[in-house]
C-alpha cells in the first residue's frame, strides 16, 4: 500500500512550490491507489505563524488536492501536528542514546559560536562531528560520572546524532537515480532539545515510520538531509521509504528559486489564495481569478511532462499518465505568460452559464442587475478574448451600461456627412422591426444598404460606434439583440446628439 505525505511548517503562506510538492505526492498515491496524508510540522516554535495551518488546509481544498488522513481530518494515526506528538519523540531519542547512535551535548551557544570564529580564523569551517565532538562538552568526551551530574542538575542540553566517520553511503533518489556521500563531510545533527522538543529531523523521520510513509516525495533542498535520514533508518533499525526530491520551481529570469519577492517585484502570484503578510494584500492565484485546475496543471508540467504536444490535461488524465521517476532532475522555470495561458483554455472550457455565475458577483459590484441566462449570452460573445472572469468587465461593459463617449479618432474618421441622415433612416427601420433578432435585423439593414446603394463601411462603423463606443465588439446585431429595441435607439439617438453638439 502506497502512503505519502505533505508535511509542511506553518511557517508563512504556503508556497507555489509547496503546493507543488503536495500536487506530485497527490498523483503519485491516487496513480497507485495509495493514501495521501497531511501532518503539519510545527516543532519550531520561533518559525510559527498564526493563520498558516489554516492557510494550508484551504489551500489544498481550493487545489482539490483532497487528503485521506490528516490534521483537519484525522485517521488512524491522529494526531497529525507535531506539537500534538510532542511527548513521543523523547522515548526515541533515548533509544538512540541506549544503543549509541546519539549522545548529550552540553556546549552552550556561546562556545560554540566561540569554535566557529576559532575556525574561521584559520580559514577553516566548524563542523560538529567526528573531528571535533572529542574536543567538545559532550557524553563522548566527559567522563561518565560528570554526565550525569550535569544531567541530574538539568543543565542544558541537547541530543546529537553520532554520525559515523568515514563511510560511503550509497543511497537512491528515484528522480536523481544514485547518490553517493562520504559521511564524514556531514555533521551531528542536533535531533532533541532539553526543552522536550524534537528538532525536524527526529520527528520527520519518528513520524514517517509510525505513519507507514512509503515515498518520501519533496522539496530539492531536502535532499543534503537524505543522508541523514537513511542512517537514522538504520539506528532505529527500520526499514527506510524510498525518497524523490523534486527539482525547484526557478524565477521567470535569471537565476534561483522563485521566491514570493519575485511575485512583488514582477506582479503574478506566488500564493495559491489570498494572503495578508506586512501589512500588504497578496491576492494569490485565486484572488488574480485563476481556475484551481488551470493552476494544478500548470503545476503539474512544471518538472515533468508525459511527452507529445497535448498540454491540457483533466485531473484524471494527470493521475493516469503521471510518472515520479520521469520527473525531471533540473529546475523548472516559472512562466507567469504561460500560466495566464493555461486560464485562458479552461475559461474557454466553462460553459457560458459558469461563466456567467462566475461574472455574477463582479456585476453586483458595479451595482447591476442581470438575468443569468441573459448574461450567459453575452458571456458567448465576449469570453473568446478573455483569460479571467474579471476581463468580461472590459470586454462587454457596453452590453450593461451606455456609452457616454465615442472613440474621438474613431469618430472623426467614420462619421461623414451623411451619416446622421443614414443613423435617422436605421433608427426608423429598427422602430418598425416586428423581430429584433440577430438574424432578422441583419437581413433588414443589409436591404437598406443595398436598396440604398451605400457601402457596408457607411453604415456599420457608425452603428458600430453608437452601440459600443469604440471600433471593437461582437456582431453588431448580436449586440443589438442583446441589449434590445430601446436600448439600441436610446444609443443611436444618443450618438448623433453628441456629433451635432
Ligand atoms: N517540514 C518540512 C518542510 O516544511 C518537510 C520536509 C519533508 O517533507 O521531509 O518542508
Given at each position: 500500500m502506497v502512503r505519502v505525505r505533505f508535511a509542511p511548517s506553518p511557517t508563512g503562506a504556503l508556497h507555489i512550490g509547496g503546493v507543488r510538492t503536495a500536487l506530485f505526492n497527490y498523483l503519485f498515491a491516487k496513480k497507485h491507489g495509495g493514501e495521501f496524508l497531511l501532518r503539519i510540522e510545527d516543532t519550531d516554535q520561533n518559525r510559527y505563524v498564526e493563520g498558516a495551518e489554516d492557510y494550508i488546509i484551504k489551500s489544498l481544498e481550493w487545489c482539490g488536492l483532497t487528503y485521506d488522513e490528516g490534521v483537519?481530518?484525522?485517521g488512524k494515526h491522529a494526531p497529525y501536528r507535531q506539537s500534538e506528538r510532542k511527548a513521543l519523540y523523547r522515548e526515541y531519542a533515548e533509544a538512540l542514546l541506549a544503543n549509541g547512535w546519539a549522545y548529550y551535548a552540553f556546549d552552550s551557544a556561546e562556545a560554540l559560536e566561540a569554535q566557529r570564529k576559532a575556525f574561521e580564523a584559520k580559514g577553516d569551517t566548524f563542523i560538529y562531528n567526528w573531528a571535533t565532538r572529542g574536543s567538545l562538552e559532550n557524553s563522548l568526551s566527559l567522563p561518565k560520572e560528570e554526565v550525569e551530574k550535569r544531567l541530574q542538575r538539568g543543565d542544558a542540553y541537547v541530543v546529537r546524532f553520532k554520525m559515523p566517520e568515514g563511510e560511503t553511503l550509497q543511497m537512491h533518489?528515484?528522480?536523481?537515480?544514485?547518490?553517493?556521500?562520504?559521511?564524514?563531510?556531514?555533521?551531528?545533527?542536533?535531533?532533541f532539545k532539553s526543552d522536550g522538543m524534537p528538532t525536524y529531523h527526529l520527528a520527520n523521520i519518528v513520524d514517517d515510520h509510525l505513519m507507514e510513509i512509503t515515498h518520501v516525495i519533496r522539496g530539492e533542498e531536502w535532499l543534503p538531509s537524505m543522508a541523514l535520514h537513511l542512517l537514522l533508518y538504520r539506528a532505529f533499525g527500520w526499514q527506510a521509504p524510498e525518497f524523490a526530491h523534486l527539482p525547484l520551481i526557478l524565477k521567470p529570469v535569471g537565476n534561483g528559486k522563485l521566491s514570493k519577492r519575485d511575485g512583488i517585484k514582477y506582479g503574478f502570484p506566488v500564493f495559491p489564495m489570498e494572503w495578508e503578510e506586512e501589512g500588504t494584500?497578496?491576492?494569490?492565484?485565486r484572488g488574480e481569478g485563476y481556475f484551481p485546475e488551470a493552476l494544478i496543471n500548470f503545476l503539474t508540467l512544471l518538472g515533468w511532462n508525459p511527452g507529445g504536444d497535448k498540454e491540457i490535461f483533466s485531473i484524471e488524465e494527470l493521475i493516469e499518465l503521471f510518472d515520479l521517476e520521469k520527473v525531471h532532475k533540473a529546475g523548472a522555470r516559472f512562466d507567469p505568460e504561460k500560466i495566464k495561458w493555461f486560464n485562458h483554455q479552461y475559461l474557454q472550457m466553462k460553459s457560458d452559464t459558469a461563466l456567467a455565475e462566475l461574472f455574477q458577483p463582479i456585476l453586483k459590484e458595479k451595482g447591476l442587475s442581470y438575468p443569468t441566462a441573459a448574461l450567459a449570452r453575452v458571456v458567448g460573445l465576449i469570453k473568446e478574448r478573455a483569460t479571467f472572469v474579471a476581463d468580461f468587465w472590459e470586454l462587454g461593459s457596453y452590453f450593461f451600461v451606455r456609452p457616454t463617449e465615442y472613440d474621438a479618432k474613431a469618430l472623426k474618421k467614420q462619421w461623414k456627412d451623411n451619416t446622421s441622415e443614414i443613423i435617422d433612416e436605421v433608427s426608423d427601420i429598427l422602430r418598425n422591426a416586428e423581430s429584433f433578432s440577430s438574424l432578422a435585423l441583419e437581413e433588414r439593414i443589409k436591404q437598406y444598404i443595398e436598396e440604398k446603394g451605400y457601402g457596408f463601411g457607411q453604415v456599420m462603423p457608425p452603428l458600430r460606434l453608437a452601440l459600443v463606443g469604440e471600433m471593437k465588439g461582437p456582431h453588431i446585431f448580436d449586440i443589438m439583440e442583446i441589449i434590445g429595441k430601446e436600448e439600441t435607439l436610446d444609443r443611436l439617438k444618443n450618438i448623433q446628439l453628441a456629433t451635432k453638439g
Amino acid at each position: 500500500m502506497v502512503r505519502v505525505r505533505f508535511a509542511p511548517s506553518p511557517t508563512g503562506a504556503l508556497h507555489i512550490g509547496g503546493v507543488r510538492t503536495a500536487l506530485f505526492n497527490y498523483l503519485f498515491a491516487k496513480k497507485h491507489g495509495g493514501e495521501f496524508l497531511l501532518r503539519i510540522e510545527d516543532t519550531d516554535q520561533n518559525r510559527y505563524v498564526e493563520g498558516a495551518e489554516d492557510y494550508i488546509i484551504k489551500s489544498l481544498e481550493w487545489c482539490g488536492l483532497t487528503y485521506d488522513e490528516g490534521v483537519g481530518k484525522g485517521g488512524k494515526h491522529a494526531p497529525y501536528r507535531q506539537s500534538e506528538r510532542k511527548a513521543l519523540y523523547r522515548e526515541y531519542a533515548e533509544a538512540l542514546l541506549a544503543n549509541g547512535w546519539a549522545y548529550y551535548a552540553f556546549d552552550s551557544a556561546e562556545a560554540l559560536e566561540a569554535q566557529r570564529k576559532a575556525f574561521e580564523a584559520k580559514g577553516d569551517t566548524f563542523i560538529y562531528n567526528w573531528a571535533t565532538r572529542g574536543s567538545l562538552e559532550n557524553s563522548l568526551s566527559l567522563p561518565k560520572e560528570e554526565v550525569e551530574k550535569r544531567l541530574q542538575r538539568g543543565d542544558a542540553y541537547v541530543v546529537r546524532f553520532k554520525m559515523p566517520e568515514g563511510e560511503t553511503l550509497q543511497m537512491h533518489d528515484m528522480i536523481r537515480g544514485d547518490v553517493t556521500i562520504d559521511t564524514s563531510t556531514l555533521d551531528d545533527k542536533v535531533l532533541f532539545k532539553s526543552d522536550g522538543m524534537p528538532t525536524y529531523h527526529l520527528a520527520n523521520i519518528v513520524d514517517d515510520h509510525l505513519m507507514e510513509i512509503t515515498h518520501v516525495i519533496r522539496g530539492e533542498e531536502w535532499l543534503p538531509s537524505m543522508a541523514l535520514h537513511l542512517l537514522l533508518y538504520r539506528a532505529f533499525g527500520w526499514q527506510a521509504p524510498e525518497f524523490a526530491h523534486l527539482p525547484l520551481i526557478l524565477k521567470p529570469v535569471g537565476n534561483g528559486k522563485l521566491s514570493k519577492r519575485d511575485g512583488i517585484k514582477y506582479g503574478f502570484p506566488v500564493f495559491p489564495m489570498e494572503w495578508e503578510e506586512e501589512g500588504t494584500l497578496l491576492k494569490g492565484f485565486r484572488g488574480e481569478g485563476y481556475f484551481p485546475e488551470a493552476l494544478i496543471n500548470f503545476l503539474t508540467l512544471l518538472g515533468w511532462n508525459p511527452g507529445g504536444d497535448k498540454e491540457i490535461f483533466s485531473i484524471e488524465e494527470l493521475i493516469e499518465l503521471f510518472d515520479l521517476e520521469k520527473v525531471h532532475k533540473a529546475g523548472a522555470r516559472f512562466d507567469p505568460e504561460k500560466i495566464k495561458w493555461f486560464n485562458h483554455q479552461y475559461l474557454q472550457m466553462k460553459s457560458d452559464t459558469a461563466l456567467a455565475e462566475l461574472f455574477q458577483p463582479i456585476l453586483k459590484e458595479k451595482g447591476l442587475s442581470y438575468p443569468t441566462a441573459a448574461l450567459a449570452r453575452v458571456v458567448g460573445l465576449i469570453k473568446e478574448r478573455a483569460t479571467f472572469v474579471a476581463d468580461f468587465w472590459e470586454l462587454g461593459s457596453y452590453f450593461f451600461v451606455r456609452p457616454t463617449e465615442y472613440d474621438a479618432k474613431a469618430l472623426k474618421k467614420q462619421w461623414k456627412d451623411n451619416t446622421s441622415e443614414i443613423i435617422d433612416e436605421v433608427s426608423d427601420i429598427l422602430r418598425n422591426a416586428e423581430s429584433f433578432s440577430s438574424l432578422a435585423l441583419e437581413e433588414r439593414i443589409k436591404q437598406y444598404i443595398e436598396e440604398k446603394g451605400y457601402g457596408f463601411g457607411q453604415v456599420m462603423p457608425p452603428l458600430r460606434l453608437a452601440l459600443v463606443g469604440e471600433m471593437k465588439g461582437p456582431h453588431i446585431f448580436d449586440i443589438m439583440e442583446i441589449i434590445g429595441k430601446e436600448e439600441t435607439l436610446d444609443r443611436l439617438k444618443n450618438i448623433q446628439l453628441a456629433t451635432k453638439g
